[in-house]
């Protein structure tokens, strides 16, 4: 079967006005304008397959929102190619645009003042949705996100949470194949989070659409996505599983040892960098390729109550990993840390 | 036909969430649409000022370049519904604020036209002012009634209506093209008001355009080459019979041509400045 999505070298790049500080350098630029080129997507291969649920993950400004700018034909490419559905989206066809959604998290695409039910109504008429079936689709989405007693209320006086529902139902009123969301949970509280997590994850398995998800929440995306695509500076750095991750970059685990009551724990810095020590409990980084060698002579010296090995937390290894694809930033951490211990 | 159906579909259901949208606030609506008919008092003092002072206290028998007080107000009054049909409020300035916050974004991912759109939304608009205006426009028209000589013949109406409908054209399909501008400049603020400016002036809602017949020089000739006059002086002088014959005839395929000129030229303004968009982020 033929990918659902397909990019081949994407890039895109921006021109950025670039003003100076200071009154001369202002009035400079009223006749010659500095503008620095800015590579958001640097040729981007992917390939997404029907029924999957993608993850794009990295810092900000990495170039996530910008692929799915590009993927709903929002803006043109530099170069490169892409094709979603056998459509190029930035050729804007009707045909594509009614097979697909995209949905912002920050952005709202509802009438503001009036009840989300007339914005619903227009939709259907813009994709033209038959009236049975939009009916049908309707009562199901509200049905699903508990939302029934808010539809005739106007947008503005709904909460965060609520609106992004009321969002999720516009954007799916006309069953759309491919789905993009741009942090759908931003700003959110835990509940709705969660709530529209479960909404995402019963919608897809239901529809097998598939799925392109930008976000900030690891539970997000650990709660939805087979599959994880980092970005860093425009380039794909990572793809594949969400635990291959810590595989790849996570190149410690961490020990937990609890000692018995009166057993000592003497120097255990030499075994790996110490993380916390409550006696009777000392916390361990060890390299990943000694644990074994590690555990096997402190067991050895000591006497232990308990020991775990567990993988790092998600959190860290990714931000190790974004670090890794700022190597300019990090040598100025490793700068600013060696000044401050001298 | 099916087409057809589903299209008249939409365009009814873009034409009521409009409607419902005016009517949330519907105080500031109303006060919004009554107060238009204060500077029509204001303007018929005015003249009336002007030619009792020329007249020593009396206005009737004085001229000021063929037109005397009745043709005055008469045509000041006909330039009102000119501009009812013409003047877009919002409209360039609305697109130019879409495209600044990137909202416009949520009408590309749509499957519709988007000028076609805006267009239905502006006609939504104009019905329903008209909808509250019908009736103050009608009393202002029938206590003012002694200023006009009658109602013209029935082709006369025929293409003052068809002006009207025009005007209304040229007035959007302008304003968008420069509302469009926000592609490349993100603020437009100026060169509207600039715009305003000169459509309050050169349009004809002022004063008649043909008194600058009197001024002599190239004043004339530079104004009815603009396509502004066709905003409120063109219907308004084709109701009064000041265009008739073969001058209406040309007047009206000019008109026309305006009108093609400016959705030509804002399709192209948005076709560029969408791509012109995204050189720069958004």
């Known amino acids: 079967m033929a990918p659902i999505i397909q990019i081949e070298k994407l890039t895109k790049t921006y021109e950025v006005y670039q003003k100076q500080e200071g009154l001369l350098s202002s009035i400079r630029g009223l006749f010659h304008r500095q503008y620095k080129t800015v590579e958001a997507v640097k040729g981007i291969d992917l390939t997404v397959d029907q029924g999957e649920f993608v993850a794009f993950l990295g810092p900000n400004g990495a170039g996530k929102t910008t692929t799915l700018k590009l993927l709903s034909g929002v803006i043109n490419p530099t170069s490169g190619s892409a094709e979603v559905m056998g459509h190029v989206p930035w050729h804007r066809d009707n045909a594509y645009r009614r097979r697909f959604a995209l949905v912002m998290g920050q952005k709202n695409q509802l009438w503001w003042d009036l009840p989300a039910q007339d914005s619903f109504r227009l939709h259907q008429k813009i994709y033209r949705i038959d009236a049975d079936q939009f009916q049908r689709t309707q009562d199901e989405l509200v049905d699903l996100l508990g939302v029934s007693e808010l539809l005739s209320q106007p947008v503005r006086a709904l909460s965060l949470g609520e609106r992004m529902k009321m969002e999720l139902i516009a954007a799916l009123l006309h069953s759309p194949d491919v789905l993009f969301l741009d942090e759908p949970t931003i700003g959110l509280d835990v509940v709705a989070q969660h709530n529209i997590q479960q909404f995402l994850k019963h919608y897809q398995q239901e529809r097998k659409i598939t799925v392109l998800l930008t976000s900030h929440y690891m539970k997000d995306i650990a709660a939805l996505c087979q599959r994880v695509v980092v970005i860093a500076h425009g380039v794909i750095i990572y793809d594949g599983s969400l635990s291959g991750i810590i595989d790849r970059f996570g190149g410690y685990k961490i020990l937990t040892l609890t000692f018995n009551e009166d057993a000592a724990s003497g120097n255990l810095s030499r075994f790996g960098d110490v993380i916390s020590e409550d006696f009777p409990k000392v916390k361990l980084r060890v390299d990943r390729a000694k644990v074994g060698e590690v555990l096997a002579s402190i067991l050895d010296q000591y006497e232990l109550a308990d020991v775990g090995v567990e993988d790092p937390p998600l959190e860290e290894v990714i931000a190790d990993v974004f670090s890794l694809a700022h190597p300019g930033d990090q040598s100025a951490n490793e700068k600013k840390m060696a000044q401050a211990s001298t | 036909m099916a087409e057809l159906a589903a299209r008249a579909s939409t365009w009814w259901a873009i034409f009521q969430i409009n409607f419902y949208e005016k009517l949330v606030y519907r105080g500031d609506f109303m006060l919004g649409t009554l107060m238009r008919f204060l500077p029509i008092v204001t303007q018929i003092f005015l003249w009336s000022a002007i030619f009792s002072a020329r007249g020593d206290g009396d206005s009737s028998g004085q001229e000021i370049v063929g037109y005397t007080y009745y043709n005055i107000v008469a045509y000041y009054l006909l330039s009102t519904i000119s501009r009812a049909f013409s003047s877009m409020p919002g409209l360039a300035s609305g697109i130019a604020l879409q495209i600044r916050e990137g909202e416009i974004k949520k009408y590309l991912i749509q499957p519709l036209d988007l000028i076609s759109f805006f267009l239905l939304n502006r006609i939504a608009h104009k019905l329903t002012y008209y909808i509250v205006a019908a009736v103050p426009f009608a009393i202002v028209f029938f206590l003012c009634r002694g200023y006009f000589d009658g109602w013209p013949p029935a082709q006369v109406l025929c293409a003052y209506f068809f002006s009207l409908v025009l005007a209304f054209m040229l007035g959007f399909f302008m304003e968008a093209t420069i509302g469009m501008i926000g592609f490349w400049f993100l603020e437009v603020r100026s060169l509207l008001f600039v715009y305003m400016l000169f459509t309050f002036f050169l349009s004809g809602h002022m004063f008649p355009l043909d008194m600058l017949n009197e001024l002599g020089g190239p004043w004339s000739t530079i104004v009815k080459s603009l396509p ?39 399709r192209l303004a948005f076709h560029y400045g969408v791509k012109q968009y995204s050189a720069y982020g958004g």
């Open chain 2, 228 to 266: 502004l006059m066709y905003l409120a002086y063109f219907p308004a002088a084709v109701f009064l019979e000041k265009i008739t014959g073969a001058e209406l005839m040309w007047g009206l395929i000019v008109q026309v041509a305006w009108v093609l000129f400016f959705i030509i030229a804002s």
